[in-house]
């Protein structure tokens, strides 16, 4: 079965290049994004994206052309975004968790002409370039008495020709760790990543943004939901509240400071800024929308947070190489409808969904298999990597690696995630990635790594060992230490159990189903 979203009109697509013309032009003192103290205006936005993009041109930067960024959030990613699609530019988003060893294997994948960074990074970014005979033009976010990307914001500007808007041309780069464990650059073209919006505006079961709306967004640049929620409020001439601070403490503050309407968590932290809200006493936001993704939100916390914040909650399914594909809006967020309140909803406008067999069969409605999807908004491809975007783009279609089915009303269920993938806090963890760290350790002789539920972060990233042949076996906290020097944190392991022989296949291969069988087993009978 086939289940379609709405068709996008191409022809009346908004370029993200044409933003900040056209809001400055109409509403030029409005704050289009709010971080910390310092508000960015919508003739601020379009002045400074203009003069960033006639810098680089001047500079001699050709178009298409990669500018690497390496920072926290803040408004000045958002600059260089849409300078990137101003001036023809793509823009590459590292994870600023990255160890030095990480951050290398994608400079050396992306090969930026220019790397902004943020000031505090540069040993590790000195480290991560180190030995290479080509290196990029480096600019701080910041610098004291120096050049850096916010005094070019400032800076005289010669005239800028502006890029052509072509669907076809790539935009914007952002990696995510693949099976294998090395970084995949998901590269994304000029069209797919304007066609966001159209596709939001286009579907019944989406709330619509007002120009009045005030949005919040703790989520990192280096991640589609983070840029995609924050260009759905500046896509509308919406106010964004941008922080690099996620505590509840800060997201409750900032939300009645600045009078938040919409507001992006993940479930992880909803229960969170709940839980403060009822230690502290703090004073609950008054929402008009709340979103979500990464997990379901639970019946339990759907009705505390709705009683809260006195809104509706909208999820969003997706993933980085295709973005959101599949909304469950706030009308279907009914406790009184407990079944859908598992599902990730229907299709996006612009996106279509098939469950398919192993044979590549279609399944008719309530049969398990394999999640295809095709979207206006779909990765162009992976970046240096043609035979992996051989192998997950067929004939047009995404193959997720997720399993799920639909239902005769064409709601999406997910029932298993078939690339072993972790969810942690909302951010993805991949098994392989972990494991090729810790094997490495001395006293490690095998390793599986895997996701066990945890109440907090949704799954608790757990290492379990079989330790090597004198008998020992690393404490968790030596672990954690030997993997922070080549993991970013959240994907060192939480939690570690040591065995005396890891189960395997005939051919030697570790059965992580199994591993994950016997932690359960364990966990009941505890």
Known sequence: M??????????????????????????????????DSRATCFQALEEG??????????????????????????????????????????LASFNWRYAAAELAYVLEDARPALLIHDPDFAGLVAQALDGRPSRPILL??????????????????????????????????IYTSGTTGRPKGVLFKHGAVSAFQSAYDASPQWDDWRRDDVGLSAMPNFHMAGIGFMMMGLAVGATMVHTADPSPANLIALCNRHAVTRIFMVPTVIRMVLDDIRRTGAQAPKLTGLYY????????????????F?????????????????????????????????????????????????DGGVCPPGEHGEIWIRSDMLMAGYANRPRDTAEAIIDGWFRTGDGGYVDEEGYLYLTDRLKDMIITGGENVYP???????????????????????PVWGERVTAVVE???????????????????????????????????????????????????????MRTNA
């Not at 086939?2 to 013309?21: F, T």
């Not at 296949?505 to 087993?521: D, F, N, P, Y």
Request: aromatic share 6%; net charge neutral; glycine share 10%.
């Open 2 to 35: 086939r289940v379609s979203g709405p068709p996008i009109d191409r022809e009346r697509v908004e370029w993200i290049a044409d933003l900040p013309a056209r809001f400055a032009a109409e509403t030029p003192d409005k704050p289009a994004i709010i971080f």
């Open 49 to 90: 994206s203009r003069r960033l993009a006639a810098g680089w041109q001047a500079a001699g930067l050709e178009a298409g052309a990669t500018i690497g960024y390496f920072g926290r959030n803040s408004e000045l990613f958002y600059q260089t975004l849409f300078a990137c699609a101003r001036g023809g530019y793509v």
């Open 140 to 173: 701080p976010t910041v610098a004291a008495g120096g050049p850096s990307l916010a005094t070019a914001l400032h800076g005289p500007s010669g005239p800028l020709v502006e890029a052509p808007r072509r669907y076809e041309d790539p935009l914007l780069l």
């Open 293 to 308: 993704g990464a997990s379901p939100v639970g019946s339990a916390l759907l009705k505390e947070g709705m009683a809260t």
């Open 310 to 358: 006195g809104c509706g909650f909208t999820q969003f399914y997706g993933m980085t190489e295709a973005c959101s594909t599949h909304v469950l809006g706030p009308a279907e967020h009914d406790p009184a409808r407990p079944q859908l309140m598992r599902s990730v909803g229907r299709p996006l406008a612009g996106v279509a969904c098939e469950i398919r067999r192993a």
């Open 432 to 454: 392989i990635e972990v494991e090729d760290v810790i094997i490495d350790h001395p006293q490690v002789a095998a390793v599986a790594v895997v996701g066990i539920p945890d």
């Open 467 to 521: 330790p090597a042949a004198d008998g020992t076996a690393p404490e968790l906290d030596q672990l954690r230490d030997f993997a922070r020097g080549r993991l970013a944190g959240y994907k060192c392991p939480r939690a570690l159990v040591v065995v005396d022989t890891l189960p395997r296949t005939a051919s030697g291969k570790i059965q992580r189903g199994v591993v994950r069988s016997m932690l359960e087993t």
